[in-house]
Every structure is written in C-alpha cells, then in structure tokens.
C-alpha cells in the first residue's frame, strides 16, 4: 500500500521519493461550485499500473482529466517529476503534458483519416522527424499492439477492440513516460478484454511504462493493477489506498467492502 503520507525514502524535486513519477497532494476537484472530490492525496512509482476506482460517479474521471491537464484543480497540487503541473503557463503545462500519453473511452480516432494516419498525427505535430522516421515509428508502434495489418484501415472498419488498440498506439507514440487510460474495457466483450489487460501487462513488463487508469471493471483491475485509490462519492474523498487484490482481501471499509463482494459474487455467480 503507498499514499502520499506514507512515501519512504524521499529526495529530489519538490522532496518527492525518487521512485515517484505522479504524486497529488491536497487536491480539490470541483466542477463550479460543485465540490467532486476533495483532500485527495496518491502517488504512483515508475512503472507501475495505477487504478482509480471507485462506483458510479465517484469522480474517478474527473481525477483523471485533472491529472492530464483537462480540469484545473480547485485545490492542491499534481507533481510530475517534482514539477508542480498546475503552478505553471500554459506552455510549461503543454511541456510536461508532452511527457503524458491518453487513450479515452473510445479510441478518439479522427474518422477522416487512416489508421497510420492517427497514429502519425502527433509526430507530426509534435516532433521534426521526417516522413520515411515517422512511417517506421508508426509500423513500429501498430506492431507493438497488434494491428500493423490495419494500417490502411478507416477507424470507422474496426471493431470496439481494435479501435481500443489503435487509440493505445497513438497515445505510445511519442514515448509518454505516463500513459492514462479512460475504462480500458468498456464495451469490451471478455475476450477482447483480457486481450487488453495482457497488452497493458506487456507494456509494464516489456518497457517499465507507468500507466494510471480509470476502471469500475474489477476483474481487469485485479488482474493487471498495483496499487490504487478508492473514491467515494458521499464523503467525497478517497476512504482506501492499496492494491485492487488487498483492498478486496483487506479492507474493513464498509464501502469498499460492499464494491469488492458485489464483484466477488457477480464473479462466482
Ligand atoms: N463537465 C461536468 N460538469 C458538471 N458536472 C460534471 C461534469 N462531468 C462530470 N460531472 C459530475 O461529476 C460527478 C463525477 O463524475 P465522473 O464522470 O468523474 O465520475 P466517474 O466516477 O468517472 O463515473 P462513472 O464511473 O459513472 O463513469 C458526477 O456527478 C457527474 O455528474
């Protein structure tokens, strides 16, 4: 279990333990007057899979759009790598958000171009490289989830998991030190799920990447996840911290408890 008040070793910028990619103290998210969540405190090492969690409007999203740089914090801070996310300009925040990979709910694929295409875009738009470097990047990187065989292809030709897979490879093509996911299986069947689960384990195994993501699917959160935050929406905070399988082994919390044996009986029915 790891929360912000129980870090070990600590060094660096902003005294954040070396291990530490993305840590958030204090933080307030409201939309308006609204207050969303509130007192949130997390960090998350290097190269490993964060999991926000929590039930059905907890503000598990809205964490996550906060972190990535879609939603200013009411309160608190986000540190990357020791950098205040949120103290910065737009351009400071547009550097660091460089460092960030995001896939959303459903791929967000330009449908007007290929799937290449869509993976090319940010090395386009973002690097010098030229276009013979880009193809190879973009062979490379469709390869590494699967699809080099859909390079051609509209997003508007695949199927749910396929566009899930695409989505993964532009967001992996500028390297992120970060990558963010938005309900990885949603609208998945549990094939193509746990197909996904086993890219995103090759992706920590195979390359260190530390990838935070946002799920209420516990199956793929207890098989892929290690550590995590359980939000909770009455009391508008996070009420555990810890790893999917001990929060569900573990935890005394009422809330957390009725989540996990939900699950657990849904499960075993
Ligand atoms: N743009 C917005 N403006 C105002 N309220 C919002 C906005 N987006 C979300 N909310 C509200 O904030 C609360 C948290 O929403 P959020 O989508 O972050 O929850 P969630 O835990 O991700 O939910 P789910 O699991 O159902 O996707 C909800 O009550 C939602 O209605």
Not at 30 to 57: E, K, N, P, W
Request: proline share 4%; aromatic share 6%; with cysteine.
């Amino acid at each position: 279990m790891r929360c912000s008040r129980s870090s070990p070793t600590r060094s660096g910028a902003e005294g954040v333990a070396a291990d530490t990619i993305l840590e958030v103290q204090g933080l307030e998210l409201a939309y308006g007057t609204r207050v969303i969540q509130r007192d949130l405190g997390f960090s998350v090492r290097r190269g490993s899979i964060f999991a926000v969690m929590g039930g059905s409007g907890c503000g598990k999203s809205t964490v996550l759009r906060s972190l990535v740089g879609l939603l200013r914090p009411a309160a608190g801070r986000v540190l990357v790598g020791g950098e205040d996310y949120w103290a910065g300009d737009a351009a400071q925040r547009e550097a660091i958000g460089r460092r960030f990979g995001v896939l959303f709910q459903n791929g967000a694929l330009w449908s007007s171009l290929s799937v290449a295409e869509n993976v090319a875009l940010p090395l386009r738009m973002f690097t010098r490289l030229d276009n013979a470097a880009i193809d190879s990047l973009v062979r490379l990187k469709l390869a590494l989830v699967g699809m080099e065989h859909a390079a051609a292809l509209s997003p508007s030709e695949l199927s749910g998991g396929m566009r899930k897979r695409a989505g993964l490879a532009r967001a992996l093509a500028l390297d992120p030190e970060v990558l963010f996911f938005d309900e990885p299986s949603a609208g998945l069947d549990p094939v193509t799920s746990k197909r996904l689960d086993d890219l995103i384990l090759q992706l920590r195994d195979g390359f260190g990447q530390t990838i935070v993501l946002v799920s209420h699917e516990l199956p793929s959160l207890l098989a892929i996840a290690d550590d995590g935050v359980f939000l909770d929406a009455t009391t508008r905070t996070a009420i555990a911290h810890g790893s999917p399988k001990a929060l569900r082994d573990d935890s005394i919390n009422p809330q957390v408890q009725a989540f996990m044996r939900r699950e657990r009986l849904e499960q075993e029915g």
